[in-house]
């Protein structure tokens, strides 16, 4: 099924907004500092590799005790894809699928089979991804530039056809990550954890893409310049569980600390932070037209 950003009747975040929500970053921190985590912000985790995790239907609770109202499940290979469908299965409205082909999992004799997979479900998932490039030199030694490149080309041709957002993953290859989601004329594409040059990124938010802020915004430079650089409209929350951040192993709750950074670091309110980015996020991934119809 087709989605466009315009006309899309999503979940106003503000309806389900905790009464009397507003403090200040410094206040929510303090509240943070006591515990007090519960139902403060509708929040959408945008990006997580939930067949990772060890406990999942303690982590789905936590997550919707504490005011997660949707996560967006990625995939990285077929096998992952796989279960990736099955979880969206089991939490239905609430888990929403993404599939891909991660670089890090790149093995050509599955790529045929895997791009089939995908296209086959192609009207199940709110995204295509998490796919990219990844130039990290030990990883070049397995798959080479130009077999990343044949095969995110590969499926941001099915993005285009489908009418998919594509959540792309990038290291130290993010002007060729654009070039080639520009090139395949993605209408929608997600650019997350992203830690690239400032030069590239404006060429990102001026094409209307997005990015995403993980609990690397805590503490990394260059993920924390990008994402102060980055206006709302272009922002979504993410925790890509079950990455393991200064030691703490992240599970969907943690998006609220995502939050909580990203409104100090931009000195905005976490209400506003919450609200735009959950609005952003039902918005871009057409969750309410494909399941809420
Ligand atoms: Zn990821």
Redesign the pocket.
Known sequence: MASTPEGVSYINPCERAFPGSIETPRQVGALLEKGNMDKIYPLVDS???LEELEDLDSAIQRAKQSGVIAIVA?G?DYQSNTQVLEIAEKYKSFVYPALGF?PWNLEISSLDCNLQFIETNVEKIVAIG?VGLDYHKELIKLSSKDLQKEVFGSILALAKRYNKPAII?SRYAWRDSFTLVKEAKVERAIF??YTGPLNVLKDVLSQGYFVSATLAVEYHEEHRRAIKEAELPNLLLET?SP?IYRGHHAEPVDVIRALISVAELKGLLPSMVADKTTENAMRLYGIPEIYHP
């Open positions: 990006h997580a590799h990625v990285s991660h998490e993953h997350h954890w890509d990455v």
